[in-house]
């Protein structure tokens, strides 16, 4: 499978991460959009999501619980800014285990043939909080994320 394209620039509180799918938009957005699609995919393997909160509107909240094998839960929340759309979906994110550092995360999912881009830009309030997140594992349980998703919308992409 691919590996997401990750760029972090010395000293520039963002990551921008990008991963092509054979799949068209409408189908990624769904996947991002609907809580049974979302618990699926989003996260590592060893992991059970959970989506406690999915309320898709400008202003509403979201809330993911990943769970592991002892039962120990690690929870992530945030708000949307605008309606989530097939162009893109703008929230913000907080880690509960590390309160107070918010992030804003920018989706965008671009037709490619039939194929969808999907690039997401994360904006961090400083580059500490960005280097912590890098630091954390991120990049790798992202690609397993990443992986689970292109799993997933390969079973619902008609055959050709």
Known sequence: MAK???????????????REFAAPRAILFRAYTEPAMLAQWLG??????????????????????HTDA???EFGFHGVFHGTP???????????????????LE?????????KTLVRTNVVFQSVADRDGTLQSGME?????????L??????????R
Do not use: K
């Open 4 to 18: 997401i394209q990750l760029t972090a620039a010395p000293g520039v509180p963002q990551i921008t991460t990008t």
């Open 44 to 65: 590592p393997r060893d992991l059970t999501t959970t989506v406690d909160c999915l309320d898709n509107r400008d202003g509403g909240t979201w809330r993911f619980i």
């Open 70 to 72: 002892a039962g120990n």
């Open 85 to 103: 759309s097939v162009d893109g979906i703008v929230r913000t994110f907080e880690f509960e285990g590390f309160p107070g550092h918010i992030s």
């Open 106 to 114: 920018t989706l965008t999912f671009e037709d490619r043939d039939g």
């Open 140 to 148: 790798g349980g992202y690609n397993e994320s990443m992986d689970r």
């Open 150 to 159: 292109e799993e997933l919308v390969a079973r619902l992409v008609p055959a």
